[in-house]
């Protein structure tokens, strides 16, 4: 899948992945292609600024721990994180089920 | 392009607000991606190529984490702001309270009271637009914070504006004014304030076109 189309949804796609395992961001990119079966080709820079702005808003937290020997920023989703998760995969469920409604 | 030298590129690009933990995340990220390549197959400099193409052009990267960290430096530049308009409070109540004799206040003239209320009315105001310019950067509004915090600045030179003038009234007409003392102290604490509260401004609207 193209990069700009991924854009719209980046957000959503790290807090679902962030709600599975906190993680840091090489191992969020690795996640969302192993689970997307190599479909989303996004430009690995882009997570972290969607990272801040999500940490921003409050919905994920951080921290620095030592993975594997190396320093890390590890990522996790914040309770008001979860309650976004929630309302963000209804409007999406909404959105998909209209589309399909239409294409049907 | 090697690591080293793409993270010398972003490096160069990043904002400094975030520079350190992004290049403390990036390096590890691109070493990681590289080891992956290189135990897939790649000799280690087209491993190191790949990894740092699919991380993006630097400059687009560095943009848009400029772009998502600019209202963390209108924020910080508005608590820089607050405490210049502090820092105000020296020149405009501490140096006075102590230099100035009492004004003679059955007599005073109506334009020194005046004078003396204006002075704290635009600095109580300039206090409160840069605590509201806070407050409003807090609640994901940084344009209008920005805005906000360049009232807060003119409200504030406005009462130093009025202050001097307050002090030449008074040594007008307050006998035995030690104007040289008075000087002394509240003109280099004034300037200070005053540079502290321009300098945080200033930072600001620098980052006014990363805002969206």
Redesign the interface.
């Known amino acids: 899948m193209r990069g700009e189309v991924m854009k719209g949804h980046v957000d959503l796609l790290l807090l679902r992945t962030l709600h599975r395992s906190p993680s840091h961001g090489y191992g969020i990119v690795e996640s969302l292609r192993e689970r997307s079966e190599g479909a989303f080709h996004l430009a690995e820079g882009t997570v972290y600024p969607a990272l801040y702005r999500l940490e921003r808003q409050g919905l994920v937290a951080s921290s620095r721990r030592t993975v594997d020997g190396r320093r890390r920023r590890i990522y996790r989703l914040t309770t008001a994180g979860v309650a976004a998760l929630a309302e963000r995969r209804r409007r999406w469920a909404a959105f998909t089920g209209a589309v399909e409604s239409i294409l049907a | 392009m090697t690591i080293d030298a793409y993270l010398g590129e972003l490096r160069d690009r990043l904002p400094n607000t975030?520079r350190r933990?992004?290049l403390?995340?990036?390096g590890?990220?691109l070493r990681?991606?590289a080891a992956a390549l290189e135990h897939g197959g790649l000799a280690p400099d087209v491993a190191e190529a790949k990894a740092v193409a699919?991380?993006?052009p630097a400059d687009?990267?560095a943009e848009?984490?400029a772009?998502?960290?600019a209202?963390?430096a209108v924020r910080r530049a508005a608590v820089l702001v607050m405490v210049g308009l502090g820092v105000l409070v020296v020149p405009l109540y501490g140096i006075p309270q102590n230099f100035l004799p009492p004004a003679p206040w059955d007599e005073r003239s109506a334009h020194l009271g005046a004078l003396l209320l204006a002075t704290f009315a635009a600095w109580a105001l300039s206090l409160g637009l840069a605590v509201s310019a806070a407050a409003v950067s807090l609640a994901?509004r940084p344009r209008l914070a920005v805005g906000v915090l360049g009232i807060a600045a003119v409200a504030g030179l406005a009462s130093i504006g009025a202050a001097v003038a307050t002090i030449v009234v008074w040594w007008l007409e307050v006998p035995h004014v030690p104007i040289g003392s008075l000087v002394a102290f509240s003109v280099p604490a004034t300037l200070v304030a005053a540079a502290i509260v321009l300098a945080g401004v200033g930072w600001a609207r620098d980052k006014r076109p990363l805002l969206t």
């Open positions: 975030r933990r992004v403390h995340e990036v590890p990220h990681d991606a699919a991380f993006g687009v990267v848009e984490i772009r998502e960290v209202p963390i994901s």
